[in-house]
């Protein structure tokens, strides 16, 4: 529910719609206009987004020395609205889910895999996540599963946990009811480098606290601040603000809730 309100508010489309009744209802709209070009250049610049991860982000504290008993590697990674379209698609003869279609979050199990061969890591554990829409539903979980086997990965090495999670909360929820008769010594947490903030501290609030590895790193401040294509309005400015909202605002809304 929680997200569905932040996807609702940071649509620009709405912040849009907004402005122009702000706009309307002021007998001296100069000012207005100003900080409406303001405001859209800044969400509309790729730099914002830049300088928004690299404040939000935290630390590593990854031991490359320990062997951590488990990483929990949080959902994300499938692309599972191309699977979805082409199991409803009965005259297509494509096996679609013998393949796998992935998106950017991948690294964060590829990262997992890794971690395994080396002997890092004990076990993964990535949760039961099965998205479902009016086009019918597709279990993720299995198919990374059978992704991380063909790569090496051993099935008792491959845990999934929990029933059907949604969202990083039910994640967290679930992993500690998973195993609340499980000794594990040493956890690490594997997600993107702009969701670990808000992702630790949901698992924190569970009593889990563990190592924190982040992936999807981007490039550092000092090299990007000089790209001029950076402070040049697009599609990838616009796209990285909202992501920057999301995550801010999703942490304020659990923080509100008592989840942080």
């Known amino acids: 529910m929680l997200q569905e309100i932040v996807k609702f508010f940071i649509n620009p489309v709405l912040q849009f719609s907004i402005f122009i009744l702000f706009f309307i209802k002021q007998k001296k709209?100069?000012?207005?206009?100003?900080?409406?070009?303001?405001?859209?250049?800044?969400?509309?610049?790729?730099?914002?987004?830049?300088?928004?991860?690299?404040?939000?982000?935290?630390?590593?504290?990854?031991?490359?020395?320990?062997?951590?008993?488990?990483?929990?590697?949080?959902?994300?990674?499938?692309?599972?609205?191309?699977?979805?379209?082409?199991?409803?698609?009965?005259?297509?003869?494509?096996?679609s889910q013998n393949y796998f279609m992935f998106n950017n979050a991948a690294e964060r199990f590829f990262k997992g895999i890794d971690l395994v061969l080396l002997g890092k890591v004990r076990k993964?554990?990535?949760g039961n996540f099965i998205p479902k829409s009016d086009l019918g539903s597709f279990d993720t979980s299995e198919l990374v599963k059978r992704f991380a086997i063909q790569n090496g990965v051993q099935k008792n090495e491959f845990v999934i946990y929990g029933n059907e999670v949604k969202n990083t909360l039910d994640e967290a929820t679930q992993f500690k009811s998973s195993n609340k008769?499980?000794?594990?010594?040493?956890?690490?947490?594997?997600?993107?480098?702009?969701?670990?903030?808000?992702?630790?501290?949901?698992?924190?609030?569970?009593?889990?606290?563990?190592?924190?590895?982040?992936?999807?790193?981007?490039?550092?401040?000092?090299?990007?601040?000089?790209?001029?294509?950076?402070?040049?309005?697009?599609?990838?400015?616009?796209?990285?603000?909202?992501?920057?909202?999301?995550?801010?605002?999703?942490?304020?809304?659990?923080?509100?809730?008592?989840?942080?």
């Open 29 to 95: 709209p100069g000012k207005v206009l100003i900080g409406f070009i303001s405001y859209f250049y800044l969400v509309s610049i790729p730099i914002t987004g830049i300088i928004f991860y690299t404040l939000w982000s935290v630390e590593d504290t990854y031991d490359e020395e320990k062997i951590y008993d488990c990483a929990v590697i949080l959902t994300g990674g499938v692309n599972s609205q191309w699977y979805l379209k082409r199991l409803m698609n009965k005259t297509s003869n494509l096996q």
């Open 124 to 126: 993964i554990y990535y």
């Open 181 to 260: 008769d499980i000794k594990l010594n040493s956890i690490l947490l594997i997600t993107s480098q702009s969701h670990m903030r808000r992702a630790n501290g949901l698992f924190k609030k569970q009593g889990t606290h563990a190592d924190l590895l982040s992936v999807q790193k981007p490039q550092p401040l000092k090299r990007e601040i000089f790209k001029l294509n950076n402070f040049i309005p697009s599609i990838r400015g616009l796209n990285s603000s909202k992501r920057s909202f999301y995550e801010l605002f999703g942490f304020i809304g659990y923080f509100l809730l008592g989840k942080l």
